[in-house]
Each structure stands twice: as structure tokens, then as C-alpha cells.
């Protein structure tokens, strides 16, 4: 049982590149989430999405794109690469039922120069 | 502004000893709390969650205690173990449909043997 997957686990980027990071879950959650965790700043949330075709905003989504085509998979995408975005990145997945955890990939660490 | 706070960077305590973490929160529509714990190069992974319609949670060596009018809600872990070594996070959200985890920025608890 694989849970959460993410790709790349690694990836360097220069300033203006775009990229984009691959989420997939076989837990049949509905919910899926990105967050991005920095020194000092914990995990903060990016975008989620409550079901297919679905997303909405959390708290720091500027300069980050998403979509949920595929119930299993979720993709953050970075237009236009910027150092500010060097960070870690995770993927997480969660029921549609109240009161449940949310389940979480590796990460993929991205730096920008 | 943060409704998830940690107020504690770090933590060092002694193995066989009690740890005390601490988390409190602004928003008063939380209604679920949870407890993550994170080893370096991995995701976060679930340790332990309370309803607010609860006071206390126990697993094993991890309590969790809630109190509601304070906004407060702290992890004990007895007796620690070199291996809790870890950073910890508090996490909150409002159990219905289309709301996401909010986490704090963790407390590093070190355990010495």
C-alpha cells in the first residue's frame, strides 16, 4: 500500500522556470491537500481540494497553480519559479468524513537559484 | 495571523521523564485537534487526535488534553524515549465539509538518554 506519493523528490529549478510537482494517493480519499514547510514557519497551506475538478485557496497561494482531474491525483504547478519558493513541499490526503487525519507523502524538496 | 500556535521552538528532556508540549488556538469553530510527528527527510506522519467534545485522548504513552475555554491543548508523552526525538505539530480544523488541516510551526523535542 503505497498511501501518498510524491514526484519529484528532489528538483532544482533556475528563477523563472515553471515546473510542476505530482501527487497521487490509492486511499480513494476525497480530500487532498499542499502544503509547503520552512525554517521557523511550520506547515503552511497552499491549496486543497475537496474532490475532483474541485480546488480552492489556502493560505499562501500566490504564485502556485492546481488541478484535480483525477480523483488520485493532485498537481501543484510553479509558473514562473521564484527564489521565495525554495521550500519543502508536501502532498497529504484525507477522508471526506469529519473527525479524520490527514495522511502525507515524503515531500519533494525544490530549491530555486 | 496565526490560529494554530506553538509557542515553544523546543523542548529538551530526559529520558524516562514526561514531555509536555503545548498548542494554542484563536479560532473558536475548531472543533478537531491533532498531533503530528515529523523525523527529518520524512513526512509527517498521525500521532494522536481529540474531538472537542472530549477533554482527554490517551494512545499508549501519548495524552492529549483539551481545554475549550482556555483555547488550549497540550501532548504528554510518558515516559519519553530517545526515539520521540522528532518535531512535533499541532494541528486544527473545523470537522465539515471543505475545510482543511491548519498547522502550527512545531516544537523540536530533544530526548537525552
Known amino acids: 500500500n503505497a498511501g501518498v506519493t510524491q514526484t519529484p523528490k528532489f528538483r532544482v529549478l533556475k528563477t523563472g522556470q515553471s515546473m510542476t510537482l505530482l501527487c497521487a494517493q490509492d486511499?480513494?480519499?476525497?480530500?487532498m491537500y499542499w502544503y509547503r514547510q520552512d525554517p521557523g514557519m511550520g506547515l503552511r497551506l497552499i491549496h486543497y481540494?475537496?474532490?475532483?475538478?474541485?480546488?480552492a485557496k489556502g493560505e499562501v497561494p500566490d504564485g502556485y497553480n492546481v488541478s484535480r482531474l483525477k480523483k488520485q491525483n493532485f498537481l501543484l504547478g510553479l509558473e514562473s519559479a521564484a527564489p521565495s519558493q525554495t521550500s519543502v513541499y508536501f502532498c497529504?490526503?484525507?477522508?471526506?468524513?469529519?473527525?479524520?487525519?490527514?495522511?502525507f507523502g515524503q515531500g519533494t524538496r525544490l530549491t530555486v537559484v | 495571523d496565526q490560529q494554530v500556535k506553538q509557542n515553544s521552538p523546543s523542548l529538551s528532556v530526559q529520558e524516562g521523564r514526561i514531555s509536555i508540549l503545548n498548542c494554542d488556538y484563536t479560532?473558536?469553530?475548531?472543533?478537531?485537534f491533532l498531533w503530528y510527528k515529523k523525523y527529518p527527510a520524512e513526512g509527517p506522519t498521525f500521532l494522536i487526535s481529540?474531538?472537542?467534545?472530549?477533554d482527554k485522548n490517551e494512545d499508549g504513552r501519548f495524552t492529549v488534553f483539551l481545554n475549550k475555554s482556555a483555547k488550549h491543548l497540550s501532548l504528554h508523552i510518558v515516559p519519553s524515549q530517545p526515539g520521540d526525538s522528532a518535531v512535533y505539530f499541532c494541528?486544527?480544523?473545523?470537522?465539515?465539509?471543505?475545510?482543511?488541516?491548519?498547522f502550527g510551526k512545531g516544537t523540536t523535542l530533544s530526548v537525552s538518554s
Open positions: 497529504a490526503s484525507s477522508r471526506l468524513t469529519e473527525n479524520t487525519e490527514a495522511f
Open positions: 486511499m480513494n480519499h476525497e480530500y
Open positions: 481540494s475537496v474532490g475532483e475538478g474541485t480546488t
Open positions: 479560532n473558536s469553530m475548531f472543533d478537531y
Open positions: 481529540i474531538s472537542s467534545i472530549k
Open positions: 494541528a486544527a480544523s473545523v470537522s465539515q465539509a471543505g475545510t482543511a488541516l491548519i
